[in-house]
């Protein structure tokens, strides 16, 4: 008589489903990651701020002494001063952008997309510290600049405008910094194209001189640029209660209508280079 045995399959046990992070908690801990890098990397808090402060200090005051010290009604100084901010934002993002390089290519990337969150919460932690810097060095910046000399006069509802259109520049920038350094190979690459993108149309913007005193031409290109707007935002905030610079754009009388108006164009701005950020990370992330 022969024994046939059969054996049985054994299947092993399906493995635990993955348990998804708390969208906080896992913003949280990506911000504070990117915080750990940047305070321990200077070379991304320290070189950006010092064009701008250079500019607050020490080359605006030699241009009020050179071409007179009142533009508009306004001290300037404090006209420059408040421009270098325009200058100061986008290299200070900007500069946060190579950190995303080094994670892409020889840092913790492949290891934050292999955990259990939405891809997006890397490019919004890394925003938040980008705004944490650029807010720290905008208070370095202003500091210096009335120090120095400059003359500031705002009230509650005007800083209001100055924040949030500082704030609201900030993450456009930062979204413009992702989208460069997820589609730009290399560092040298991003940081050849860094000045196109940072400084060229902050010239333009009415940053030294008011736009009329261009020629038609650039004018016209001046009121298309956001930069433009964001210039005669922040100065209408902290230094032109006339909305001087915003009627250069609009020729309105109401400064709050025009501040609106420009602000609304600042918030198309932020939330365009936003999503285009999130949706080229999250193209690169699977390439």
């Not at 390089?101 to 997006?120: Q, Y």
């Not at 001087?244 to 701005?269: E, R």
């Amino acid at each position: 008589m022969t024994l046939t045995t059969t054996a049985v399959p054994v299947t092993a046990p399906p493995p635990p489903p993955r348990r998804a992070t708390p969208r906080a908690t896992a913003l949280f801990t990506l911000a504070a990651r990117r915080l750990a890098l940047t305070v321990r990397t200077p070379r991304e808090i320290i070189p950006p701020v010092m064009t701008p402060v250079l500019f607050a200090v020490v080359i605006a005051p030699a241009l009020a002494d050179t071409l007179g010290n009142a533009l508009n009604g306004m001290d300037y100084m404090t006209f420059v001063a408040v421009s270098t901010i325009g200058l100061l934002v986008p290299l200070s993002c900007l500069q946060a952008g190579l950190g995303v390089i080094v994670d892409r290519h020889s840092g913790a990337r492949r290891d934050l997309l292999a955990a259990p969150v939405p891809r997006s919460l890397a490019v919004f932690g890394n925003l938040g510290v980008a705004l944490f810097v650029s807010a720290a060095q905008l208070v370095v910046l202003l500091g210096c600049s009335w120090l120095r000399g400059a003359e500031f006069d705002s009230n509650a509802t005007r800083a209001a405008w100055f924040i949030g259109t500082a704030t609201l520049f900030a993450i456009a920038m930062y979204g413009v910094a992702e989208i460069m350094a997820n589609t730009i190979p290399t560092q040298e690459e991003y940081i050849g194209a860094l000045p196109a993108v940072a400084i060229v149309p902050w010239f333009f913007a009415g940053s030294l001189f008011p736009i009329d005193a261009l020629p038609a031409g650039l004018t016209a290109l001046s009121k298309a640029l956001p930069i433009t707007h964001v210039l005669a935002l922040l100065r209408y905030g902290l230094v032109d209660p006339n909305g001087t610079g915003l009627y250069d754009i609009w020729g309105m009388d109401n400064a709050t209508s025009m501040a609106a108006l420009s602000f609304g164009i600042v918030t198309v701005f932020a939330v365009a280079m936003s999503a285009v950020a999130v949706k080229v990370f999250t193209r690169a992330a699977v390439q």
